[in-house]
C-alpha cells in the first residue's frame, strides 16, 4: 500500500469508528506527539489514547488533504475536525454535549508500510474557547 492510501485509510477508519483497522496501520513501536504534550511510544499506548479519546469525544475529519514526500516516507495531512465533548477527559472543563470546530494538521512517517510516527497539531486555546461558550 502506498503512503497516500495509508493515510486515507487512517483517517476513513478514524471517521468510521473502525479501531481494528485504524490501529492495524501502526508500526509496534509507533511514536504519538501529541498536540502541545508529550510523545508516548508504543501501539498498546497508542490505544489506551484512543480509548481515551473515544470515551470523551466524538469527531469526524472532513476537508482531509493528503500530501506525500516522492520517497513515500513522509506524508503530511490539513483537515477540520468536528466534535462533540460528552464526557469530562481528564484535567479538562467539565463536558456538556459542546460542539467544535477546528482545523488541524498531522506529519507522518512510514515505514514497511506502517505508519512509525504521527504528530498531531491542533489550536488547543480555541479548543477551550468553543468548549467554554457552549
Known sequence: MQTLEIIKLYYDS???????TFISLL???????LNQGDSIIGKPQFESFMERMNRCYKE?????????SND?????????????????????PPAKNQKYTLPGGAFFS?????????????????????????
Open 14 to 20: 478514524f471517521n468510521r469508528g473502525d479501531m481494528k
Open 27 to 33: 508500526d509496534e513501536n509507533i511514536r504519538h506527539d
Open 60 to 68: 469526524h475529519i472532513k476537508e482531509l488533504f493528503i500530501m506525500t
Open 72 to 92: 513515500n516516507k513522509r506524508a503530511a495531512a490539513e483537515y477540520v475536525v468536528e466534535g462533540t465533548y460528552f464526557a469530562t477527559d481528564t484535567d479538562m
Open 110 to 134: 512510514i515505514n514497511n508500510g506502517k505508519i512509525i510516527r504521527v504528530t498531531n497539531y491542533y489550536n488547543l486555546t480555541e479548543w477551550f474557547k468553543q468548549v467554554e461558550t457552549s
